[in-house]
């Protein structure tokens, strides 16, 4: 199976705070960033604590 950077992915994140879910379709290579701004922000949030 190939999977190309401009492929679609539907991704869809919910949280118990949240009215309702955030769903979106995203490349494949915007996943990647999204990814990597939540490892960001896991940290920033674990050293703040």
């Given at each position: 199976?190939?999977?190309?950077?401009?492929?679609?992915?539907?991704?869809?994140?919910?949280?118990?705070?949240?009215?309702?879910?955030?769903?979106?379709?995203?490349?494949?290579?915007?996943?990647?960033?999204?990814?990597?701004?939540?490892?960001?922000l896991a940290d920033a949030t674990e050293g703040a604590q």
């Amino acid at each position: 199976m190939d999977i190309g950077p401009d492929d679609t992915v539907v991704v869809e994140l919910d949280c118990d705070e949240w009215p309702r879910s955030y769903s979106r379709v995203l490349a494949w290579r915007q996943l990647g960033e999204l990814l990597l701004k939540f490892d960001e922000l896991a940290d920033a949030t674990e050293g703040a604590q």
